[in-house]
């Protein structure tokens, strides 16, 4: 019997949302500060959505594993930034003054059948709701009401 998984829900600048799920080397680390998504575990789910001005979750991304690293170790392992879709000067200017940072490496990548727009999710969340500084736990009462497969 495997584990159960959970689904977290990021929010992502659209340019490096969309890019998990390009057909040609799509990005395949989500790189991060801090804390972030200490409980996220191998085969947990990752709902992406997109920032404005797109405003609209795209699709899911699964968890391979989670890594806290060294900057230098992590712009290695991504690759020179290559996995992450980003540029040396994009990676050091967030990382700025930042020891160590956080790699969190995706497969499996779906996108939803269509977007679903912040105000569905209002509607369905309801209308205070808003998109995630960081993740949050979705429940499966949230993922079905918008029809995120679980």
């Not at 057909?23 to 789910?45: M, V, Y």
């Not at 405003?55 to 690293?69: D, F, N, Q, S, Y």
């Not at 200017?93 to 727009?117: F, H």
Request: aromatic share 8%.
């Amino acid at each position: 019997m495997s584990k159960p998984t959970s689904t977290f829900l990021i929010s992502v600048r659209p340019t490096w949302a969309s890019a998990f799920f390009l057909d040609r080397d799509p990005k395949t680390i989500e790189l991060r500060k801090g804390k972030f998504g200490a409980s996220l575990k191998p085969g947990d789910n990752i709902a992406i959505y997109a920032t404005m001005p797109v405003a609209e979750l795209l699709g899911i991304v699964r968890v391979l594993k989670r890594e806290l690293l060294s900057i230098d170790r992590l712009w290695q392992t991504s690759e020179q930034g290559r996995l992450a879709r980003v540029t040396r000067q994009q990676f050091d200017a967030y990382y700025c003054n930042q020891e160590l940072g956080i790699g969190v490496w995706v497969e499996a990548a779906q996108l939803l059948p269509r977007p679903i727009a912040l105000s569905k999710l209002r509607q369905n969340w309801g209308d205070r709701w808003q998109p995630p500084q960081q993740i949050v736990q979705l429940s499966h009462k949230q993922m079905a009401a918008v029809g995120i497969p679980h």
